[in-house]
């Protein structure tokens, strides 16, 4: 080439196949880009800087980003932990046999009302109820230490998906708590939350709200046509539980009756403390002592819906009884978990 000198020539011909590769590898493939951002909820530029760097080899640009998702959600989350986290939600699944309750935490009522943080808790309710179904034992409670440790199916760790979403988020966030009952033979379970945020999630019916309700409710006798169907009916005990906040199931007493001195009391199935896992079996639930205040035993309280008569007579009037009763609201004091 006339004008060039060799060693010219050879370093124009060099910087030519910079230039090339360069414009190359910065173009990313537009549909994996769609794609990767929708699969893992990064941001563009950070798809396609995954693309750029693995050259538009889908599965390793995925696992990449993924793992310095992880990796920025850990730093943020070790930042952020002090931070106080009074909103969230409450999630609850279940099919009538079965059900689980659990509470996620954040900052602000904002994220709380944000896609990405309802996806989490949809995501981590589900997956609560797939670890705890593989028990055979009829309640359990876990607390969030408990939690961080358990494996979700696709192998991460609960504080492992919390740790990713608070990188993408940018708030504090936990898995406080969750609750599994599951129904006798002879008995069904209603669940309720308070305001519902929106229709359920899936086909699993994933209820979402700021307070939220389980009750197993048994038929005393077999009655041909009940007054109220038992699911209706268990919804209604809900949202007394929501609005009333009993403590305890207490005895129901007819007026004409006597009330002994000392009444064998049965009391909520959540433990006061919501300390690590607490099974039916260890009895710690129905033999705790009851609180003295009779507004705090669901059988005496004046019934939400209809206060001319108690919880303990609506019930009576149906042949029904409860069993158990889960209550949580979003961001309440636990007793005993600060003590952690």
Request: glycine letters at 6%.
């Given at each position: ?29 537009k549909?994996m ?62 099919d ?38 593989k ?7 876990a607390?969030?230490d ?65 307070y939220?309700?389980i009750?197993e ?17 268990g ?38 403390d919501?300390?690590g ?42 042949e ?21």
């Amino acid at each position: 080439m006339r004008g060039f000198t060799k060693p010219g020539l050879w370093s124009f011909l060099q910087l030519s196949c910079r230039s090339f590769s360069v414009a190359v590898v910065e173009k990313a493939d537009k549909a994996m880009l769609s794609k990767l951002r929708k699969q893992t909820g990064i941001p563009f530029i950070n798809c396609r800087k995954a693309l750029i760097k693995f050259d538009n080899d889908f599965n390793q640009a995925k696992k990449w980003l993924l793992e310095e998702a992880q990796k920025e959600g850990w730093a943020k989350a070790t930042k952020l932990q002090t931070r106080p986290m009074s909103h969230g939600l409450v999630a609850v699944v279940g099919d009538g046999k079965k059900a689980t309750m659990i509470e996620v935490n954040c900052e602000t009522d904002f994220v709380a009302r944000n896609e990405k943080f309802i996806a989490l808790v949809s995501k981590l309710v589900q997956e609560c109820s797939i670890h705890f179904e593989k028990s055979q034992e009829k309640l359990i409670s876990a607390n969030k230490d408990v939690l961080s440790q358990v494996t979700s199916s696709d192998q991460s760790t609960f504080a492992d998906i919390v740790a990713l979403h608070i990188g993408s988020i940018g708030e504090n966030m936990s898995l406080r708590r969750a609750t599994y009952l599951r129904a006798d033979n002879d008995s069904v379970l209603s669940t309720y939350v308070h305001p519902s945020s929106g229709p359920n999630r899936s086909a699993k019916s994933i209820l979402l709200g700021k307070y939220g309700a389980i009750v197993e409710l048994k038929q005393k006798h077999k009655v041909d046509k009940p007054i109220m169907a038992l699911n209706e009916l268990g919804s209604h005990i809900c949202q007394h539980i929501v609005g009333m906040n009993p403590r305890a199931i207490g005895v129901y007493v007819p007026k004409e009756t006597k009330v002994p001195d000392k009444e064998e009391e049965v009391t909520s199935a959540v433990p006061k403390d919501d300390a690590g896992y607490n099974s039916d079996d260890s009895s710690d639930v129905d033999k705790s002592p009851s609180p003295d205040i009779e507004e705090e035993k669901l059988l005496q309280q004046e019934y939400l819906l209809d206060t001319s008569m108690t919880v303990g007579e609506f019930l009576c009037i149906n042949e029904v009884e409860v069993s158990h009763f889960v209550r949580y609201a979003c961001g309440e004091e636990l007793e005993g978990e600060n003590e952690q």
